[in-house]
């Protein structure tokens, strides 16, 4: 079954620091996809990234960053000179290529930069 | 392009009372489409998806049911609302397609939310 961990729950930090976001997660599908989502207060769901199981590059978007390890299961999200406007939850994700193609979140970390 | 609209953004109703949200797209054909509902401070708990027309799979059973009477349209819907149905009602809709490899790959798109309270 999929699962997906998130294992800080909030991460406090001063602007201009650099800060990762964990994730964990459990298939047993040899073909994924994975997902990073940003919820500002607003409440929507920004797609920040997809990751297919088959592409373990990392991957830099600006001040973003996103390190997929396949040995450790772990799809970390680096944020670099944070910025106040960072603060949102971010959701980690996982699909499997099954029926449906449903996908599972993780609880969830809420990022709170300070200025 | 392809969209997704959800409405309404908020709702505020009385408990037993009966619910109809709607989700639509536009810009696609026979897209997969999900509910998902997020309580106050948690994460997101997938409510129902739909591969196509009158097929719909629950995930959570519960005081909510779900319809797809058009390919692109979704709806969710309960006959009397509880407390507990308070939350942040997402929809969405996920696009499969192949890259140059013939490999493939997956896109995952929601709408804005409703969000649901009951009194």
């Known amino acids: 079954a999929q699962k997906v961990t998130q294992a800080q729950t909030e991460i406090s930090v001063v602007e201009k620091e650099d800060v990762t976001l964990d994730c964990v997660y459990e298939?047993?599908?040899?073909?994924?996809?994975l997902f990073w989502y940003k919820q500002p207060p607003s409440g929507e769901l920004v797609f920040l990234i997809r990751?297919?199981?088959?592409?373990?590059q990392n991957e830099i978007s600006g001040r973003y960053s996103w390190n997929f390890q396949k040995s450790t299961s772990s799809f970390n999200f680096t944020i670099t000179a944070s910025q106040v406007v960072d603060s949102a939850v971010y959701f980690c994700?996982?699909?499997?290529?099954?029926?449906?193609?449903?996908?599972?979140f993780g609880a969830g970390t809420r990022l709170f930069v300070k200025a | 392009s392809q969209t997704i609209h959800q409405w309404p953004a908020t709702l505020v109703q009385p408990v037993g009372s009966p619910l109809s949200l709607e989700c639509t797209v536009e810009?696609?054909?026979?897209?997969?489409l999900y509910w998902y509902r997020q309580a106050a401070g948690r994460g997101l708990q997938l409510l129902f998806y739909?591969?196509?027309?009158?097929?719909i799979s629950s995930e959570v059973p519960q005081n909510l049911s779900a319809s797809r009477p058009q390919d692109r349209q979704f709806i969710l819907s309960s006959k009397k609302l509880l407390l507990s149905d308070s939350g942040f009602y997402l929809c969405?809709?996920?696009?499969?397609?192949?890259?140059?490899?013939?490999?493939?790959?997956?896109?995952?798109?929601f709408g804005s939310g409703t969000r649901l309270t009951v009194v």
């Open positions: 969405a809709w996920s696009v499969i397609e192949k890259d140059p490899e013939d490999r493939l790959n997956y896109g995952y798109t």
């Open positions: 298939t047993r599908d040899t073909t994924y996809y």
């Open positions: 990751r297919n199981s088959f592409d373990e």
């Open positions: 994700a996982l699909s499997e290529d099954t029926g449906g193609f449903k996908t599972i």
């Open positions: 810009g696609t054909s026979n897209p997969n």
């Open positions: 739909s591969v196509g027309i009158g097929q």
